[in-house]
């Protein structure tokens, strides 16, 4: 059980083109999802917070007209990174919070790694 | 401004010794986890500690919270090269949830 998925798993786009990228849990509800965003390397920074139905609330430094969330249900939440530049290329990685569990559980995703031509 | 800083950031040791992992930060967490990541995939959850002090074994690996909650430790016994992958640190800080990265610990043991 617990697990969760992100789709695609890898995605090569041009530079000014936008790519969405889905978070989903598969077997719980996930009140909160969280956003990653890993360089090689390096460890994950926190992005963004989404919480279903709500508005994200996204981390200082990064740009929410850039980085697009939309949590529009229980199971799943979207990134769409609008307007892709090359130094935007990085592992994404989402992770969810289960409905009804103590709120430190946490789910990690795949990660989907992005990269910008 | 890193939060929370890990020691050493690389460590590269020989099959069957000891390691020990550090996570600093002078901010208070209301919990830590610790997680392992392989290249190209998504962390895994190694353990959570909550109280001051804690200390938690998983087989070979022993993780400790210090008393303050500011800092914490992971100790490998014995390291094989199974126990190859990054080592990360989050914490979650006094009165939320949302977990925040440590700077990593890359881990390469040699058979």
């Known amino acids: 059980g617990a697990v969760v998925s992100q789709h695609p798993s890898w995605v090569i786009c041009k530079s000014g083109t936008s790519v969405k990228i889905e978070c989903r849990s598969l077997d719980f509800q996930a009140t909160t999802m969280f956003w990653y965003r890993q360089f090689p390397k390096q460890s994950l920074m926190l992005m963004a917070t989404?919480?279903?139905?709500?508005?994200?609330?996204?981390e200082q430094g990064v740009e929410k007209d850039k980085f697009l969330i939309n949590h529009a249900s229980l199971t799943l939440s979207t990134l769409t990174v609008t307007s892709a530049h090359p130094e935007d290329s990085s592992f994404y990685i989402c992770s969810a919070r289960p409905r009804g569990r103590r709120p430190d559980t946490q789910y990690f995703g795949p990660g989907t790694r992005l990269t910008v031509l | 401004t890193q939060l929370l800083e890990q020691s050493p950031q690389f460590l590269s040791i020989q099959e069957g010794e000891n390691l020990t992992v550090y996570c600093n930060s002078s901010s208070v967490f209301s919990s830590l986890q610790w997680y392992r990541q392989e290249p190209g995939e998504g962390p895994v959850l190694l353990v959570t500690?909550?109280?001051?002090?804690e200390v938690k074994k998983l087989k070979r690996l022993t993780f400790q919270f210090g008393d303050a909650r500011k800092d914490s430790s992971l100790h490998i016994t014995a390291a094989q090269p199974g126990d190859t992958g990054l080592y990360l640190c989050a914490g979650a800080l006094s009165g939320t949830y949302k977990y925040i990265f440590g700077t990593g610990t890359r881990l390469k043991v040699l058979a």
């Open positions: 989404s919480n279903e139905g709500s508005k994200a609330t996204y």
């Open positions: 500690v909550v109280t001051g002090g």
